[in-house]
């Protein structure tokens, strides 16, 4: 019988990660109703959901168990490049559907029942749909905590991710790019991708930047897209802060 090698490295590793997810915290279930308000949801802002996994919250769930269909739930979310990967709460019953789904278990409170994304401009809806949540949640961000600094432009399609504090960008944002920060947000120049600080629920995060351009800009899981934000500052200097669970533009000589 042949030994292992013993420098032979192993195929992988098992290691913790610290990943931002997004919770739909559904009340009852119904087909035609859920595909038309994710579709809807979707609309507003397009790239802040394609390929993003999803956890099902049912803590709030008041239907029937019997009305319950994960396998619609899922195909409905994929036919959007949305992932589901699991589900948080309910009781057995509904767990034991969930399992059957191959879906994973997540147990209830387990993680910040922070506010749902909400977008803020006039005639956009505030329904309590999609929230993002991280797996480990970090309710403050420390201000010992480093900031992660880039100097290089951020190209459309990259993302730029600070899991443990603020995010600087010494350089533009361009287009379909994406950038994301446990803390806050400074983009030195123009700001055109998307913007996501808190992503953990720090609800006092916020976003820096000289030039507003932004397709989508989100604090704490609350967030406007380009429509709303062309109402105010847009293409000036401006932070955007969280107020009474709103989204608030401020140029930055009157900060």
Aim: contains cysteine.
């Amino acid at each position: 019988m042949s030994e292992t090698a013993p420098d032979l490295k192993q195929c992988f590793q098992l290691k913790s990660a610290n990943v931002s997810m997004t919770a739909l915290e559904l009340y009852f279930y119904d087909e035609t109703d859920f595909e038309s308000t994710l579709r809807d949801k979707i609309s507003q802002a397009p790239g802040f959901f394609r390929d993003i996994p999803l956890i099902i919250s049912l803590e709030k769930y008041e239907g029937l168990t019997s009305e319950l269909d994960f396998f619609k739930i899922i195909g409905s979310c994929r036919r959007h490049n949305i992932h589901v990967i699991g589900v948080r709460g309910g009781d057995d019953d509904q767990r034991r559907l969930a399992r059957g789904a191959s879906l994973a278990l997540f147990p209830a409170g387990s993680q910040r029942n922070g506010p749902a994304p909400q977008a803020d401009g006039p005639g956009q809806p505030a329904t309590s749909t999609a929230e993002p949540e991280p797996v480990t949640v970090a309710e403050t961000v420390s201000a010992a905590t480093p900031a992660r600094i880039i100097s290089q432009p951020v190209r459309s399609g990259q993302q730029v991710y600070a899991p443990e504090g603020d995010l600087i960008i010494l350089a533009p944002v361009q287009a379909g790019a994406e950038v994301l920060a446990a803390g806050n947000i400074h983009v030195y120049g123009p700001l055109r991708g998307r913007a996501l600080a808190g992503i953990h629920g720090a609800e006092s995060a916020r976003v820096f930047c000289q030039s507003l351009e932004a397709e989508l800009v989100s604090i704490a899981g609350h967030y406007k897209i380009s429509e709303d934000l062309q109402d105010n500052g847009w293409k000036s200097a401006v932070q955007i802060q969280l107020r009474d669970d709103m989204l608030v533009v401020t140029p930055l000589d009157r900060a």
